[in-house]
């Protein structure tokens, strides 16, 4: 028996029935594009939350930052903190070139002044050599001041003037070479420091004193007791060492130059007291010679109260350890600075004629 198929719809019936399927294929396309795009947003969630990509805008490279590595952080904390900072773009990239290097265990801790989008292996080393790689250095050369000091401190910009004046007043910065009440000049050691980004002035200062310790505590006073000079005598004439000479090999000669005098109970008769008197570098006057103070040498016996200046080593070493000679003058000959030493005063005074005549007085 044959099934009677029924007529395909015509007119209205037809229209109606062609709509429906259109419709029915525009709602599933819509429901794939919906569907996609759902599976699309998760993915890129997954892929930001893990760190795969980062589309967020970092820090234009070269900026200055700070970064702090804590104690018992491990190559992939640090990597995240320095991602954090712009210092590198990935920390996964970082954590495995710190393993591929083997060094994922030697980063030090500490307080890095860095830069952002570094070069990975540069900051690597930098990480293995710790926070002195990167710190602030300041240099604080030979015979200096304390307010010379002071201000390089100051132009360093790391501290306010009000805070190093502070600095300078503290009552801990105690020491066994600075006498109860005496100030703190001569007493700062000449060298380069590395300073942390927190540190405070006072601790700097500390540091330059301990450092003045380790220096003296590695000397011979033997001489000193003999002349019957303390240790604060000895950083005085160490003070006047450094500021009257130019070459080294003048240092332990001007040393015997300020016994003799202290011995025959003669002023010192010193430039660089007056000079330290007068807060000046330049060439002095007759006038200047007057000046009523306890740091003229022309007008007073004896050493100055305090030191004039900060002195190295060598200076310390020469005021230990002076030349022998009978010499109670010296005059500079040449343009390096180089002196003539005598102990008669006729010479000296045509020694001062020649030096004048060549413009080096």
């Known amino acids: 028996m044959m099934l009677r198929e029924d007529p395909p719809p015509t007119g209205r019936a037809a229209r109606q029935r062609a709509r429906a399927q259109v419709s029915r294929r525009r709602w599933r396309g819509l429901t794939v594009l919906l569907t996609l795009t759902a599976v699309v947003a998760v993915a890129g969630a997954v892929v930001l939350r893990t760190g795969i990509i ?61 830069t952002t989008g570094m070069d990975v292996g540069e900051l690597l080393d930098i990480l293995v050599q710790g926070p002195d790689a990167t710190a602030d250095r300041l240099v604080f050369p030979e015979g200096l001041t304390s307010a010379e000091i002071a201000k390089r401190m100051v132009d360093s910009g790391r501290w306010t003037e009000k805070e190093v004046e502070a600095a300078f007043e503290d009552p801990s910065l105690t020491s066994d070479f600075r006498p109860k009440g005496k100030p703190l000049e001569g007493l700062l050691f000449p060298a380069t420091y590395p300073v942390q980004p927190e540190v405070e002035p006072v601790e700097l200062l500390r540091s330059m004193l301990d450092k003045l310790g ?40 001007i040393a015997q130059v300020i016994y003799n005098r202290m011995r025959a109970r003669e002023r010192l008769q010193i430039d660089a007291t007056i000079q330290y008197a007068l807060k000046t570098n330049k060439r002095l006057t007759t006038k200047d010679l007057q000046v009523d103070s306890p740091y003229n040498t022309y007008r007073r016996v004896g050493l100055p109260p305090t030191p004039i200046a900060t002195p190295g080593e060598e200076s310390i070493k020469a005021a230990l350890h002076p030349a022998s000679g009978d010499w109670h003058f010296y005059v500079v000959t040449d343009a390096e600075g180089r002196h003539a030493f005598t102990n008669d005063y006729g010479e000296f005074q045509r020694l001062k004629e020649e030096a004048r005549s060549k413009g080096l007085l």
Do not use: C, H
């Open 54 to 114: 980062d589309l967020s805008p970092g820090p234009p490279a070269g900026q200055k930052v700070r970064v702090t590595i804590r104690d018992g952080a491990s190559s992939r904390a640090i990597g995240r903190e320095l991602e954090e900072k712009g210092v590198v773009s990935s920390a996964r990239a970082f954590g495995d070139e710190a393993a591929k290097r083997g060094v994922a265990e030697q980063l030090k801790p500490g307080q890095y002044n860095l």
């Open 214 to 253: 380790e220096v003296m505590g590695e000397q011979d006073f033997s001489t000193a007791r003999k002349l019957n000079l303390t240790d604060y005598d000895i950083l005085i004439v160490a003070s006047l060492i450094e500021r009257e000479a130019k070459v080294d090999e003048d240092r332990a000669k």
